[in-house]
């Protein structure tokens, strides 16, 4: 016997156990079915994606569905056949709602696919190991579904000491775990060898309620050398739970909102370690499970090892299912399980019971009467919480007390539903509280992500606003500099026109100056030439005359570069308005006129007036250059 100290658990009931009915008989095989109904999703976790197609011939062991998810296990084909329909199927589920499945049609030939073991796991990494059982598509066999391999991924900053294999199977009527523990014993111990070659625990625990003396014995005749403890706990109701069983090997409890492996310790079902083992070590994939069958209305109830994806109905029949005494059918155990609303949905991974009821056997309950605060739901709560003010505030949905009060730490054992004098569905209340709970969980998670989608794309239009902003401005700065540059080089280039203008008009005048007093000075000579006619004179009055030939055609020259300097640069509306205003010849031609006859009636009026030389020189100048621009006309 061990010496392992046990805890006694805090509450807990003792229902008729009705395990006799199914566990008098060897494990038997289910006849292969026709058609095998394989449900996408059999896990807790992401739901997989089909890998195969309709009309697809698939072998018995070949993976068809798988996900990228971390939380999921892939499917596999419980039998060679053919693909004949994906879609949606009856599912094992409370709410009767279909769920997606791949339809295979059985060829009879049940013809495996090529297997790959690792026989001498010794040799293998955990790496490699966990990787095996992941391919293998193992979640936890005692009904919780868990994948197997997260959960035996615990963080490296906090190793395993304590590893519990969970064969206590407190649920009445179930005894798929009882007869697998005494027919597969040396399977189930060279499967918690795997487990301890990842984990490397300190301890290994294997836990068996007492009310089952056959399987305790098996699994103690095949230890064999190893120092694993086989304990035999006490027989009460929910010892099979993952937190009340650590509580009863250990002592402790695992605080709310923690998992027990922050605690070291983990728990792993019977069933799940015989997986692991033919994963590992027969390369075999979880396409089979034991399932009970049991109630009244069967002939013979039994424990069969069926494949999954078998309907119900057929293996109801094979225990000789009597319909016309069955009342109801459900899946697990009549505390935990639940009504199966179709015959025709198949067995999944966490099928671990059919319960074919009659009505005597388990009768409807009475009609509910007000709770009258006696108390004795909490007195067997097995999860120390208060059953009577949760109902209370499932009633009022006040969500928030029921999170204060730790409502996801009930495990709906329905211990208080069965101590309950007033006949009240308590973990009914629990379960459709938690369900609002998680729903209005995920509604204010979608609006949280709408928020946060709506916030980024404001913050993303008021960033892209500030880059044009920026770039408007850029822009603007960039044209302002320019055109300040241009208005710089324009006055520049004003300023020396204008000075360079200046320089020619003064040159200019110079020139009219020096050609109106050479013009002057040979006038004067020719008077005096005609009054004394000398040798001396004509030659004086021909240097005179050549002096104002040359002044008279520098002035002609700096006219028309004075002309050419002055003219504007043509753009388009100077050309436009040149075209406006522009006169015929004849009319440039008469202005010409006019400015002659104009200067040369000044000049005269001046030398009648007697002026002064210097304005007559000037006016003889103008007349001039009025005489050279209308011969330059004509």
Known sequence: MST??????????????????????PIQRAPLPKQLIVP????????????????????KGQLIADSTHLI???VHAPSSGTVSFIGPQPYPHASGQLMDAIVIDTDGLDQWCALEALAHFQQASA???????????????????????????????????????NGAECEPYITADDVLMREKAPQLLLGIDILVQILQPENVLIAIEDNKPEAIAAVRGALQSRRYQVIAIPTVYPSGGERQLIEILTGQQVPSAQL?????????????????HDAVIEGKPLISRITTLTGLALQKPMNVECLIGTPAIELLEFAGLQKAQMSRLIVGGPMMGFTLPALDAPIIKTSNCLLAATAQELPAPPPALPCIRCGDCAEVCPANLLPQQLHFYALGDDHPQLQAHNLFDC???GACAYVCPSSIPLVQYYRAAKADIREQAQKLAKAEHAKQRFEFRQERLRLEEERKEAERQARAERLAKSKAEQAKKAAQAAQTVEASQAQAEDELKRLKIAASMAQVALRKAEKQLDIHN???????????????????????????????????????????????????????LKKAKIEVAMKRAALRKAERNEADEA?????????TQAEHNLAALN
Request: proline share 7%.
């Open 4 to 25: 392992w100290p046990i805890h006694p658990l805090r509450g807990g009931v003792h229902p008729p156990q009705h395990k006799s009915l199914s566990n008098q008989q």
């Open 40 to 59: 996408l999703l059999q896990h807790l976790g992401s739901v997989t994606e089909a890998r195969v197609n309709v009309g697809d011939y698939v072998l």
């Open 72 to 74: 999921s296990a892939p």
């Open 127 to 165: 790496t490699e190991l966990l990787e095996k059982i992941h391919q293998a598509g193992i979640s936890g066999l005692g009904g919780g579904g868990f994948p197997t391999a997260v959960k035996l991924s615990p963080t490296s900053n906090q190793p395993i000491e304590t590893l519990i294999i």
């Open 260 to 276: 027990p492996a922050q605690l070291g310790i983990l728990c792993q079902n019977v069933g799940t370690a015989v997986a692991v």
């Open 411 to 413: 495990i709906e054992c």
């Open 534 to 588: 000398t040798d001396e004179l004509r030659a004086q009055v021909e240097q005179l005359r050549e002096a104002s030939a040359q002044a008279k055609q520098a002035l002609d020259a700096a006219s028309a570069a004075s002309s050419t300097s002055r003219a504007p640069v043509p753009t388009e509306a100077t050309e436009a308005t040149a075209k406006a205003e522009a006169s015929p010849a004849e009319q440039a």
């Open 615 to 623: 304005t007559l020189t000037i006016l003889q100048a103008e007349l």
